[in-house]
């Protein structure tokens, strides 16, 4: 039973560069975010989805897309890379239900130099 | 503004002594779930405990209890007996809820409290 599976585990980019940090869980959850998480500041919402073709903007979105083609995967993109995204990112999903935990991958440590 | 509040950046606790990491919340609905998160040093989000609003005990897992005080919009997080393996960063998060019970699904995380254990 994989859970969430986020890959890759670390990456280096150079400033401008785009690339796309994938995110797939295999439990059927209707609900899947990425957060961004800086130290002193936790975990930031970035882009949320409660379904396949609806997704949302959460607290932190700028520089990011996201789309939701299946209940499985939840890809996250960077546009164009920029310093100020060197962080470390977490791809969650939950069930809709009212007492529902979230269930994290192991995160994308990014650096962009 | 800030919807979870972690005011502790740092805790401090000898083996075998209880804690309490602090959590306040602002939300103006009456529908929500609060959660708390262990994150060791390997990275990774452990779920460790749940309490809905509309719960009328506080919620307890093992060496882990809430202290839920809703007027107080307070949740706070109690170890009991610490173990060494207990050093980690916790966050406290909410999810708020739609009239009638559906979830957003948007989790929202305080800043992290930091518990060292001592030996």
């Known amino acids: 039973n994989a859970g969430v599976t986020q890959t890759p585990k670390f990456q280096v980019l150079k400033t401008g560069q785009s690339m796309t940090l994938q995110c797939a869980q295999d439990m059927n959850h209707e609900y899947m975010s990425w957060y961004r998480q800086d130290p002193g500041m936790g975990l930031r919402l970035i882009h949320y989805s409660v379904g396949a073709g609806i997704t949302d903007q959460g607290e932190v979105p700028n520089g990011y897309n996201v789309s939701r083609s299946t209940t499985e995967d939840f890809p996250l993109r960077l546009l164009s890379a920029a310093p100020s995204q060197t962080s470390v990112y977490f791809c969650?999903?939950?069930?809709?239900?009212?007492?529902?935990?979230?269930?994290f991958g192991q995160g994308t440590r990014l650096t962009v130099v | 503004a800030q919807k979870i509040t972690q005011t502790q950046p740092g805790m401090f606790v000898q083996e075998k002594e209880a804690v309490t990491l602090d959590c306040t919340y602002d939300?103006?609905?009456?529908?929500?779930?609060l959660f708390w998160y262990k994150q060791p040093s390997s990275g990774e989000m452990i779920f460790l405990i749940y309490?809905?609003?509309?719960?009328?005990q506080n919620a307890t897992e093992g060496r882990y209890s809430l202290n839920f005080q809703k007027a107080r919009k307070s949740a706070n997080l109690v170890i009991s007996a610490s173990q060494l393996g207990d050093s980690a960063m916790y966050f406290c998060?909410?999810?708020?809820?739609?009239?009638?019970?559906?979830?957003?699904?948007?989790?929202?995380f305080g800043q992290g409290t930091i518990l060292t254990v001592h030996p």
């Open positions: 998060a909410m999810r708020e809820y739609r009239a009638g019970g559906t979830s957003y699904g948007k989790l929202t």
């Open positions: 939300t103006s609905d009456p529908s929500y779930g």
């Open positions: 969650a999903s939950s069930w809709p239900g009212h007492a529902s935990e979230a269930f």
């Open positions: 309490q809905g609003s509309y719960d009328q």
